[in-house]
């Protein structure tokens, strides 16, 4: 079973792309209904602040201990650069379930970080770009992972200590503050954004989007948004969404 989270669809692509050549089913993590453990186990997520998702911590967390010693676990993490050291947060977050990381890839999409200064989303060149790689990328995992082979091929960056260790905390504590998520006049009232949210965060009041206090920060409402009218303080008023595979992202 592959255990995936996405808010704009790149981990979903790469979720269904490997259920597919490895003949196994993929399950979206806020709707997931745990049956017990399955021979292999996957997880699929994106990587934020150089970090696993907290979700998909929580998750795990929520997981009976595993008594299945032969059991083939991986992870591949999303990213719009490299992913620090979420292979050792997630490596001990399963060890905690009695679970051994085998094999763990991280694979370069299109960037969705948009809430802090210096941060956009990739050019049309760069996207293009990413999204040709990763199809390659997608295939070479699906083949080491089906033949169970214990391989580590992830991109740290640089400085992955200082990024997980010390960065990472501060953005599970104080990263998103949902009272700056607003829209513009140019909000229709269509729902889209409501419908998108992985964690049913916004409530459509009025006619229009009001977000509750469990955003996770995955930015889906605000690439969904097609008339670009979501905005998160003013700290996104410049900024470009990216849209190529959220249609897709729809619980
Ligand atoms: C809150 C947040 C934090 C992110 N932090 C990182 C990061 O530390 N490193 C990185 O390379 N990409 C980062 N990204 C980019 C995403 O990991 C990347 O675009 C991912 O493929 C999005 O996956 P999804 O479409 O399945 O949600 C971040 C994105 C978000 C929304
Ligand atoms: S998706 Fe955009 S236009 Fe539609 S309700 Fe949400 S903010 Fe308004
Ligand atoms: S409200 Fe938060 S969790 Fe929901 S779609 Fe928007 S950013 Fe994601």
């Known amino acids: 079973m592959i255990y995936y989270f996405s808010g704009t669809?790149?981990?979903?692509y790469i979720a269904e792309q490997l259920a597919d050549k490895m003949t196994d089913r993929a399950t979206f993590i806020?709707?997931?209904d745990f049956n017990g453990y399955t021979d292999v186990i996957g997880f699929v997520f994106p990587i934020y602040s150089w970090g696993v998702p907290p979700i998909v911590l929580d998750f795990i967390e929520s997981l009976p201990h595993c008594e299945n010693r032969n059991i083939y676990s991986y992870m591949v993490a999303t990213c719009g650069d490299d992913i620090g050291l979420s292979t050792e947060m997630l490596r001990d977050a399963l060890t905690k379930k009695g679970i051994t990381l085998n094999a763990a890839f991280s694979v370069q999409m299109p960037n969705t970080y948009v809430l802090l200064p210096g941060f956009d989303v990739d050019s049309t060149e760069v996207e293009n770009k990413k999204l040709k790689a990763a199809e390659q990328r997608i295939n070479e995992i699906a083949?080491?992972?089906n033949s169970r082979k214990e391989v580590i091929d992830v991109t740290k960056g640089s400085i992955p200590w200082l990024k997980t260790k010390v960065v990472y905390p501060l953005f599970t504590k104080y990263g998103i503050d949902t009272k700056k998520w607003h829209t513009t006049i140019d909000c229709t009232g269509c729902g889209m954004c409501s419908k998108i949210c992985p964690v049913s965060n916004i409530s459509i009041v009025d006619g229009h989007p009001k977000w509750g206090k469990?955003?996770?920060?995955?930015?889906?409402?605000?690439h969904t948004c097609p008339h670009n009218a979501i905005k998160y303080g003013n700290l996104t008023t410049t900024k470009g969404q990216?849209?190529?595979?959220?249609?897709?992202?729809?619980k």
């Open 9 to 12: 669809g790149n981990s979903r």
């Open 242 to 250: 990216y849209r190529t595979l959220i249609k897709k992202s729809f």
């Open 214 to 222: 469990q955003c996770v920060s995955c930015t889906a409402c605000y």
């Open 143 to 145: 083949n080491i992972l």
């Open 30 to 32: 806020p709707t997931a």
